[in-house]
């Protein structure tokens, strides 16, 4: 996929940033429309689509009756006869309600028609904790793994401001089905996002910050807590390399085997529960690829194998922490 690089940046949250690539891919491509629970007449939960009903009309800004599993095989039957549909989730743990249309009609219409039929569809919204706590156990869930566990679809999830805008421009024009999933404790923080019309590959993970001692792999939300980890890391000496992974499926892991072939150490960091998660995967396949440039096992930190718990300190004990990581870095230099 072809990109650009936007010539002027400004400062904005991430829901500004989802609504300018929203607002633009609607004005460039009139196929694109938008559905969801209260997306329209009260501009999102989140702002993410704010200002859209009034510039564009009910007939492509479309509040949806509180059912999941209708407004997403809506979609998918949009996407069928040609239109470009972005379905919000209010929570990405509602779309538990959708998962059949999700793993049986959006993932794979496309490999049962022989190829003849295409899904050209998002599926996005927040998932994780939130920006501020209180989401509890059933509204702030990581559940990063059903979506990657499953061909046919490709999952991702920006880890700041800009991507966050040229992902979802890319994700829109792309004819695959994509679940774009945004990281909630980033909602409300501010970034750096090109003005210009550009676009993000769905399919590269980045390095964001280069390292000698410890590479730091992290998707989404957990970028961040990567890049604070190394920047107290490089206090006591330690020089870290952060990889952002970007795309889950299909999974880029080119910039991390280069990255641990300089460092020769690794630490997955994700929000998501440890068991058979996204990190596991990543930890399988730098064991299978990487072994050799390996002086100490790859470690991990995640969240903690609980329901998200209402109260606000319980609540940040069950996150990953910074010390967590820097812990498990230094482990791995023993």
Same mark, same amino acid.
């Given at each position: 996929?072809?990109?650009?690089t936007p010539t002027k940046t400004k400062k904005m949250a991430m829901h500004e940033a989802l609504n ?6 609607? /004005?460039?491509? @009139?196929? !694109? %429309?938008?559905?969801? *629970?209260?997306? #329209?007449?009260?501009? $999102? ?71 003849? /039929?295409?899904? @050209?569809? !998002? %599926?996005?919204?927040? *998932?994780?904790? #939130?920006?501020?706590? $209180? ?84 998707? #989404? ?72 440039n390996l002086e100490a096992p790859v470690l991990r930190v995640s969240g903690k194998e609980t329901p ?27």
């Amino acid at each position: 996929m072809a990109t650009t690089t936007p010539t002027k940046t400004k400062k904005m949250a991430m829901h500004e940033a989802l609504n300018q690539a929203l607002r633009e891919e609607m /004005l460039r491509d @009139p196929q !694109v %429309l938008v559905l969801g *629970e209260e997306v #329209g007449l009260y501009n $999102g939960v989140h702002y993410v689509t704010r200002g859209l009903y009034s510039e564009f009309g009910p007939e492509r800004v479309m509040d949806t009756p509180i059912s999941e599993e209708s407004f997403v095989g809506v979609g998918v039957g949009m996407a069928l006869m040609g239109y470009r549909p972005v379905v919000e989730m209010m929570r990405m743990d509602f779309s538990l309600r959708a998962m059949d249309q999700i793993y049986n009609h959006m993932a794979k219409i496309h490999y049962m028609s022989g190829g003849d /039929l295409k899904v @050209p569809m !998002v %599926l996005r919204g927040p *998932e994780g904790p #939130g920006p501020n706590p $209180g989401l509890t156990a059933q509204h702030g869930q990581q559940l990063t793994l059903l979506f990657a566990h499953c061909p046919g679809l490709r999952v991702v999830t920006p880890s700041n401001q800009y991507d966050a805008k040229g992902m979802l421009k890319a994700a829109i024009r792309c004819d695959d089905p994509v679940v774009f999933l945004e990281p909630g404790p980033l909602n409300n923080k501010q970034g750096d996002v090109g003005e210009d019309d550009y676009l993000v590959p769905l399919d590269q993970a980045e390095i964001r910050r280069e390292g000698t001692d410890v590479t730091l792999i992290g998707y #989404g939300a957990s970028v961040a807590l990567c890049l604070q980890a190394a920047r107290e890391l490089e206090r006591s000496g330690v020089s870290a390399a952060v990889v952002d992974m970007r795309s889950l499926r299909p999974l880029d892991m080119a910039p991390a085997y280069a990255s641990v072939e300089r460092t020769n150490r690794a630490v997955v960091v994700e929000y998501a529960w440890q068991s058979y998660g996204p990190g596991a995967e990543i930890v399988a396949r730098l064991m299978r690829d990487a072994f050799w440039n390996l002086e100490a096992p790859v470690l991990r930190v995640s969240g903690k194998e609980t329901p998200l718990p209402y109260a606000a300190n319980l609540e940040e004990l069950s996150k990953p922490q910074v010390e967590e990581i820097v812990s498990a870095a230094q482990q791995t230099l023993k």
